[in-house]
């Protein structure tokens, strides 16, 4: 197995000691496995802290490092975790998904052919310990879906500092304005047609109203038009 160690992933996780080992052990699987993996505690109230205890002891993968920090969304958590980073390249992940073993390995590719970002499809499944009731109201896409969001990137950390951090404003689409000013930048990105990550559907990450996420994104939108009629001088 290979060793990438001048790549970091920063995993934020709020609440998600159900599913934040399996989450790590995806990315400690890797084919080019990373240096270091930074868990970004966001005040969590169950058992995180105790899981990600026991995933720091465990020495026979990828390095585990656990910081904590007060509730302040995840934005604030993946800055966090994009400070503490001292390598060349940088990934997320989030704390209930799974990552296919080949993501690193086809997305470091992809980026010494020359792409700023890289990106890649994302496979839905529902979380296999929900009863059948939970089950039946979650939406689950059959097909594939092209990834432009935290957990399928990978991109160099001198990158990620170019565009800025994350706007610890917005509790939702805080990457869909990150990356609104990446390609402002005029930055290239690769979108890979393999699946490089699979988003689990559990009923608590669907929490959100569709009204109260169209309101959240809208807030974003505007945000991101405001910033760019600001920077061509229109009134």
Not at 92 to 98: E, L, T, V
Not at 172 to 185: K, P, S, T, V
């Amino acid at each position: 197995m290979g060793f990438a160690a001048d790549i970091t992933v920063v995993i934020p996780v709020y609440n998600g000691a159900l599913y934040l080992a399996e989450s790590v052990e995806s990315v400690r699987r890797q084919s080019h496995r990373p240096g270091q993996i930074i868990l970004v505690d966001d005040g969590s109230t169950d058992a995180t802290p105790e899981v990600a205890e026991l995933l720091c002891r465990d020495r026979e993968g990828t390095p585990v490092r656990y910081v904590r920090q007060d509730n302040a969304g995840p934005a604030a958590a993946m800055n966090r975790g994009a400070t503490l980073a001292d390598s060349a390249l940088l990934a997320f992940q989030s704390a209930d998904d799974i990552w296919i073993p080949q993501k690193l390995e086809w997305q470091l590719k992809a980026l010494a052919d020359g792409a700023d970002l890289v990106f890649g499809h994302m496979q839905n499944f529902i979380s296999p310990e929900l009863d059948a009731a939970t089950a039946a109201r979650l939406q689950c896409p059959p097909e594939p879906m092209a990834g432009c969001n935290a957990s399928t990137l990978l991109t160099s950390l001198e990158t990620f500092r170019k565009v800025g951090r994350l706007d610890e404003r917005f509790r939702i689409g805080e990457f869909f304005d990150w990356y609104g000013r990446a390609n402002d930048l005029g930055l290239t990105s690769a979108m890979l047609p393999q699946v490089v990550a699979m988003r689990r559907l559990h009923g608590k990450n669907h929490s959100l109203s569709r009204k109260t996420e169209a309101v959240g994104y809208a807030h974003v939108l505007k945000a991101m038009l405001d910033r760019r009629r600001a920077e061509s001088g229109q009134p």
